[in-house]
């Protein structure tokens, strides 16, 4: 049966609460497109403004990170929203980080135990709920127009690493988020708080908030065969990783700090009982 997307309830969703004379998004709702994230870059190239946000029931070449493709069956959210803004090119993982937990503190004030998983995954009981894609356009070293897409598995079919919202409302016997229109509200408002976090409150600020919801402090990873004990994430959303060394006569403790993409923290399959 095709998943018909309510125009209506989702603006009485943003709505609620809020005293706009005019509200900030402007919703561009699709059946089908290749990827919500390219439909947007096109909208702007033809004009569209910050603040425009495209939802589509299906995208047929979903763009994930590191290159790789975001399956998007209908019964997923799949959303895109434009930002405007002036930040460093360096520092645009910022983007990612405010999203990830602006939406993950919008999901648990709803009261949905979300997790980030770094750098930008949600999870769900260590499992993979949901995950973000930044896009930049880059001037003189400045962003000056950024996307933010983000896939939230809700009634979708997922790999075994993977967790729905269906499937763990139906667990819990719980129904805190009832369709996929206050879903996709929730996220749009967790990504306009994580955007207003970063730039009233600063990077420190986000990125303590960020670490109370990271779920990988502590874990053990290898780098190079050594062992290493995950610590927290640099502002610029580098993972920082504690080594020890030891020689005959010292214990010395270094820190790295891994580039995103370049190691893989893992998830659990679907043998852990939800
Ligand atoms: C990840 O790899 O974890 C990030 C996935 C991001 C997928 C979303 S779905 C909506 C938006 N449009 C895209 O093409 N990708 C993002």
Known sequence: MPVEFDRQKLELALKAGRN?????????????????NQTLWN???QGEKPGSVVIATQQTSGRGQWGRQWISHPGGLYLSVAI???LEASASYQLTLASAWGIADQLRSCGVDVGIKWPNDLVLNSRKLGGILTETKINNGYITQAVIGVGINWTNPVPETGINLE???AAYATKPISCLEILTSTVLRGIESGMECLSQEGINILLSRYLE?????????YI????GTV?????QGRLRVSMETYDTTDIKTTELYI???????GYRKSSVPL
Request: negative net charge; aromatic residues 8%; glycine residues 6%.
């Open 224 to 227: 190079d065969d050594l062992a």
């Open 167 to 169: 499937m763990w409302q």
């Open 43 to 45: 909208l702007l190239a």
């Open 20 to 36: 706009w004379e005019k509200s900030p998004f402007s919703l561009h709702i699709f059946d089908s497109v290749t990827s919500t």
């Open 259 to 265: 580039e995103p993409g370049t190691i893989s923290l």
């Open 213 to 221: 919801l990271l779920t990988n402090v502590g874990d053990k990873v």
């Open 84 to 86: 405007a803004l002036k």
């Open 231 to 235: 610590v927290g994430v640099t502002s």
